[in-house]
Every structure is written in C-alpha cells, then in structure tokens.
C-alpha cells in the first residue's frame, strides 16, 4: 500500500502529535518489546553498577588498611638503610653522633629520620615516590632543624621511586640522594 505525500506528511504529524497514536504504532512494528528489553538491560545495569561501586567501596577500604602499614614497614627499612649507609660515613669523618631518631617532631615538623652529630644534623625524607615538591619541603625541614638544634643540617631524599628529573633537581640543589 503506497502513501501520497498529504498521508505520509499527516501520519507523521499524527505520530509527532498523538502519543497514544504513536505507542500504538510502536507496538505494531515491534519498538515496544525493544523499549521494554531496553528498560530491563538498564536496570540490570544499574543493579551491576551498584553492586561494583559497593565491592570497590570495600576494595578500598581493605585497600587503605594495607596502604599506612605498608608505608610504614617502607619507612622503617628505608630510613634503616640510610642510617646503616650514614653511621659509616659519619665514623669516617670521626664525627660523633650524638642522636638517631626516626619519625622526630621539630616544632610541628615532621622529619622521617633525623640524626644528630657534633658538627651536623642530617634530615632524611622517606618517600614512596620522589616529586620535585619533596625537595622544597626537606629545605624547609632543613630551616627548622637548624634554628631549632644550631647546626647546619645536610638534606638527604630517599625512596622506592626516584625520577631521573627529581634526581637531577634535587642534585642540582645539593640534596643527597640515596638509593637502595
């Protein structure tokens, strides 16, 4: 059955206008059993959805109950393998230390490893992953050790991940970098 033109214009406004029309069109070519497969496929897909922002809402937290520990297992054996590296060093140049201290609080500072001779307070970061940013707060840890303690104080940068661009800023800037 062909269409003139006047009917194909008047069924499509037919269509535009009437949504009972249009529902009854819909179901005739088969869009209804489609629109309803689609609204079950969408709630489907939002229970899954749920389901995985819940597993990965616990995910994290598991996650985070892992993350301080480990971190800190890090820094303990970071901090150990500067100690071991700096007491030789120390010896060497027949400084004496007078204190080792790790996780030391100077005036609100946090300082990862600090140690303490009779001519120099050496003030050791421990990061997982270097950034550029680390290297301007040693300098400041640097500032408050020394008006805190009177010493010049040596900044040292140790870490699992040490860039090859942090490496050389740091460098650049006198900071020792040590590597294990």
Do not use: H
């Not at 006047?6 to 206008?17: D, F, M, N, Q, S």
């Not at 616990?58 to 892992?66: P, T």
């Not at 140690?115 to 408050?144: H, N, P, S, W």
């Amino acid at each position: 059955m062909a269409l003139t033109p006047e009917e194909k214009r008047r069924l499509l406004k037919a269509l535009e206008e009437n949504e009972e029309f249009k529902m009854a069109v819909a179901g005739t070519i088969g869009l209804g059993e489609i629109l309803k497969e689609l609204k079950r496929l969408r709630e489907d897909f939002e229970k899954w959805n749920k389901m995985e922002e819940e597993r990965w809402e616990a995910a994290d937290k598991r996650f985070a109950r892992i993350e301080t520990p480990l971190g800190a297992i890090a820094g303990a054996q970071f901090s150990r393998y500067v100690w071991e590296e700096l007491r030789e060093e120390i010896r060497g140049r027949g400084e004496a230390v007078l204190r080792q201290e790790r996780d030391v609080d100077l005036d609100g500072v946090d300082v990862d490893l600090l140690v303490e001779t009779d001519r120099y307070i050496y003030v050791v970061e421990v990061k997982t992953r270097l950034k550029i940013a680390d290297v301007g707060a040693l300098f400041a840890k640097c500032d408050v050790a020394q008006q805190k303690l009177g010493k010049p104080a040596i900044p040292v940068l140790t870490g699992v991940i040490i860039g090859r661009e942090v490496e050389t800023y740091a460098r650049d800037k006198g900071v020792r970098i040590m590597k294990f």
